[in-house]
């Protein structure tokens, strides 16, 4: 029995009571995913739920942030939903590479890549795949997709932008105590 077929049918209080459907912190459903602790939802367009599940892990994997909550994750990698509605390449390049994860991980003895319990097991997992396409997209999106939240900002001192209030050398130049 899958996870969608699992999961059709089932109130809002039966499905938050699930806890989670993939070994992470998300139960997923037809078209949506949804963070069992905070109750954070998205509705996919294009990708699978599992899909995008994989990708949040994938991402915490990439740039770990304990401080980092699970939902910047989601904001995160949600853009390749998005790419992926519109453009078919994008689409297959991300399923097909978490397809290829979860492979690794079940010739492992785990049940895909979420079931890898252990960060170095999937780390080791990653290193094998980082100079492939699939790991540069997601990689190199990150960069940008995490870590220009502004809600991020603070968890790293960061202020945000000091142009507007004269420049850093005005504005906050030896503010910063820790160096």
């Known amino acids: ?3 969608q077929s699992q999961l059709r049918g089932l ?4 499905l938050m009571s699930r806890g989670t459907a993939l070994g992470a912190a998300f139960v997923v459903g037809q078209g949506f995913l949804l963070h069992a602790r905070t109750g954070l939802a998205l509705e996919t367009q294009a990708l699978d739920p599992g899909t995008m599940a994989t990708l949040v892990q994938l991402a915490r994997d990439i740039y770990p942030h304990d401080r980092i909550p699970d939902d910047a994750y ?4 949600a853009g390749h939903d998005e ?3 519109g453009d078919e390449a994008h689409k297959a390049l991300i399923e097909d590479g978490v397809a290829a994860l979860d492979a690794m991980a079940e010739s492992a003895g785990a049940s895909g890549y979420l079931g890898l319990g252990w960060e170095d097991d999937r780390v080791a997992l990653l290193r094998q795949i980082e100079s492939g396409s699939f790991f540069q997209a997601v990689r190199g999106d990150l960069v940008v997709s995490l870590y220009n939240q502004k809600e991020v900002w603070p968890l790293f001192g960061y202020e945000g932008s000091s142009f507007e209030h004269g420049g850093y050398l005005e504005h906050g130049f030896d503010d ?4």
Do not use: E, G, P
């Open 1 to 3: 029995m899958t996870h």
């Open 11 to 14: 109130s809002r209080r039966d």
């Open 74 to 77: 989601l904001r995160a990698v």
């Open 83 to 85: 790419r992926a509605a």
């Open 176 to 179: 910063i105590t820790w160096i």
